[in-house]
Antibody
Framework: EVQLVQPRAEVKKPGESLKISCKASGYSFSTYYIAWVRQMPGKGLEWMGIISPGDSDTRYSPSFQGQVTMSADESSSTAYLQWSSLKASDTAIYFC????????????????WGQGTLVTVSS | QSVLTQPPSVSGAPGQRVTISCTGS?????????VHWYQHLPGTAPKVLIYGNNNRPSGVPDRFSGSKSGTSASLAITGLQAEDEADYYC???????????FGGGTKLTVL
């Protein structure tokens, strides 16, 4: 059974750093890209970017380029999303999701999702 | 700016049929990229309902169907049930972004 397990919540102060995880199981971790998706309070889903655990190929949405860093560790089948200096506006739920490509196109969709990590940034 | 536009809300009575539209542009839906649909209940993980414009994953009832034409796509739900009350999102690839794009989401209310 494919599973993506994320911590439920993190609470931090502005200016602090944070690295959240997404532990995969039930499939070959290096074979599929992992996406990160943000949902701010009361808002919709936003695609942040994707990472290939096999070769660390990473693509960021222009909105998130330079704001976050995605990484992955094949040995532990875990993907990470990190911030070096959090802002209050980073308060949101962050989902990881497995990418499944649409054959013959650059398009893909998200077939398995983590439960999301609620990141709260408050002084 | 690359966007996928959905109505903020739709509603219907139990048993009725509702549709949710998703309007894009020549850099995403209009370029021929596939559209996918997700159901999201607050506090849970989003779930894929339709992939590749009109394909249902195993376990998704055939009450849900998708279609695409030109720069738009639609999700249709027939035989509306109370448990269908949720937020629905379309998603596609955008060549200007070289990445993925979600619609703004539509809240479905079952009256």
């Amino acid at each position: 059974e494919v599973q993506l397990v994320q911590p439920r919540a993190e609470v931090k102060k502005p200016g602090e750093s944070l690295k959240i995880s997404c532990k995969a199981s039930g499939y070959s971790f290096s074979t599929y890209y992992i996406a990160w998706v943000r949902q701010m309070p009361g808002k919709g889903l936003e695609w942040m970017g994707i990472i290939s655990p096999g070769d660390s190929d990473t693509r960021y949405s222009p909105s998130f380029q330079g704001q976050v860093t995605m990484s992955a560790d094949e040995s532990s089948s875990t993907a990470y999303l990190q911030w070096s200096s959090l802002k209050a506006s980073d308060t949101a739920i962050y989902f990881c999701a497995r990418n499944l490509a649409v054959a013959g196109t650059p398009s893909y969709y998200f077939d398995y999702w983590g439960q999301g990590t609620l990141v709260t940034v408050s002084s | 700016q690359s966007v996928l536009t959905q109505p903020p809300s739709v509603s219907g009575a139990p048993g009725q049929r509702v549709t949710i539209s998703c309007t894009g542009s020549s850099s995403n839906i209009g370029a021929g990229y596939a559209v996918h649909w997700y159901q999201h209940l607050p506090g849970t993980a989003p779930k894929v309902l339709i992939y590749g414009n009109n394909n249902r994953p195993s376990g998704v009832p055939d009450r849900f169907s998708g279609s695409k034409s030109g720069t738009s796509a639609s999700l249709a739900i027939t035989g509306l049930q109370a448990e269908d009350e949720a937020d629905y999102y379309c998603q596609s690839y955008d060549s200007s972004l070289s990445g993925s794009l979600f619609g703004g989401g539509t809240k479905l209310t079952v009256l």
